[in-house]
């Protein structure tokens, strides 16, 4: 079982920026696609930023033009750069990853957007 652990999470105000990163057990390289999730408070989970090995992004509506995903494929960490912002993108982040058809999740961080 590919183990996920993230970092990064915490209080920003609006506006402000944040660095998310994932370290996996695995090689970011032997993933299919890695990227992140979000859960806002009483909202369903849905996706944030994907990123697969050959480098092609995928980004939800809601963020483009504001979040940024980039790999490490030399070690063992994904990041995810985010800007601008603001309190709707308050919520537990998951680092997400996948091998063929084997998902796995990491345990979440909050992230929370407040003046």
């Known amino acids: 079982q590919v183990q996920l652990v993230e970092s990064g999470g915490g209080l920003v105000q609006p506006g402000e920026s944040l660095r998310l990163s994932c370290a996996s057990s695995e090689n970011p390289s032997n993933f299919n696609e890695m990227g992140w999730y979000r859960q806002a408070p009483g909202k369903q989970r849905e996706m944030v930023a994907l990123?697969?090995?050959?480098?092609?992004?995928t980004y939800a509506d809601s963020v483009k033009g504001r979040f940024a995903i980039s790999g490490d494929n030399a070690g063992n960490t994904v990041y995810r750069q985010t800007n601008g912002l603001r309190s709707e993108d308050t919520g537990v982040y998951y680092c997400?990853?996948?091998?063929?058809?084997?998902?796995?999740w990491g345990q979440g961080t909050q992230v929370t957007v407040s003046s």
């Open positions: 997400y990853s996948r091998i063929v058809r084997r998902e796995c």
């Open positions: 990123i697969n090995v050959g480098g092609v992004t």
